[in-house]
């Protein structure tokens, strides 16, 4: 617990069988006992002026890129759209190239034969890559949305925000400008536009 002196951050942990929060923490934190009394002023701004935002509640109102636990649900996304099927192996280089533009996968040498299985495995991003040129992302967002994600939970926690899950119209509206591939690439490996809180992700 001491080497988290000063960092930033939180966890949840649920009841996978019931939804239940057993546990919840937002780090840094305040001593919320010092509410039941009389504090200074001093006590207070330095609450409330602390650029780090103790009184955050970072499972519940921050959201963050995903990442590669973002993935199950492009899976997910793919094989409902019948894009792939889960035991076809296609070839994963480190590299894909999409116009003038060259997206990376984490294994420098890349990772070779792969099907859904190994891509979960190993969290393949080529394989994404190649499966995310056939998938809309209105469609990848509305299965995003099936498993819990861009809404509030529902669970009695007041202030939950409910992050996002980007659409062709929203980014439209957002920057004026319409939706591309290179969008799409960055969005199957949870990053780019899709937004969540950590609680959200645990559910889902």
């Known amino acids: 617990y001491e080497a988290l002196e ?12 019931t939804g239940e929060v057993l546990a919840m923490v937002s780090r840094p934190s305040y001593d919320p006992s010092a509410f039941s009394k009389r504090f200074t002023t001093k006590y207070w701004n330095s609450i409330i002026n602390n650029d780090k935002k103790p009184m955050l509640n970072r499972v519940i109102q921050e959201h963050y890129a995903p990442a590669s636990t973002f993935k199950p649900i ?14 076809k192996k296609v070839y994963c280089e480190p590299t894909f190239q999409l116009g003038n533009r060259t997206f990376h996968d984490w294994r420098p040498g890349g990772h070779g034969e792969t099907d859904m299985y190994k891509s979960l495995r190993e969290s393949v991003d080529v394989y994404y890559y190649i499966i995310g040129m056939d998938l809309d992302i209105d469609r990848l967002s509305y299965y995003a949305r099936e498993v819990g994600l861009g ?26 400008q319409r939706w591309r591939k290179g969008d799409m690439l960055s ?11 950590p609680l959200q992700l645990a559910v889902a």
Do not use: H, M, N
């Not at 000063?6 to 069988?17: E, F, N, P, T």
């Not at 492009?74 to 035991?87: N, Q, V």
């Open 187 to 197: 969005c199957v490996i949870g990053q780019s536009y899709f937004l969540v809180t």
């Open 151 to 176: 809404a509030k939970t529902g669970i009695r926690l007041s202030r939950e925000i409910p992050g996002l899950t980007p659409t062709k119209e929203w980014k439209q509206k957002r920057y004026g």
């Open 74 to 87: 492009t899976a997910l996304a793919a094989l409902e759209e019948k894009i792939i099927d889960p035991a």
């Open 6 to 17: 000063g960092k930033q951050g939180s966890a949840v942990v649920l009841d996978v069988k």
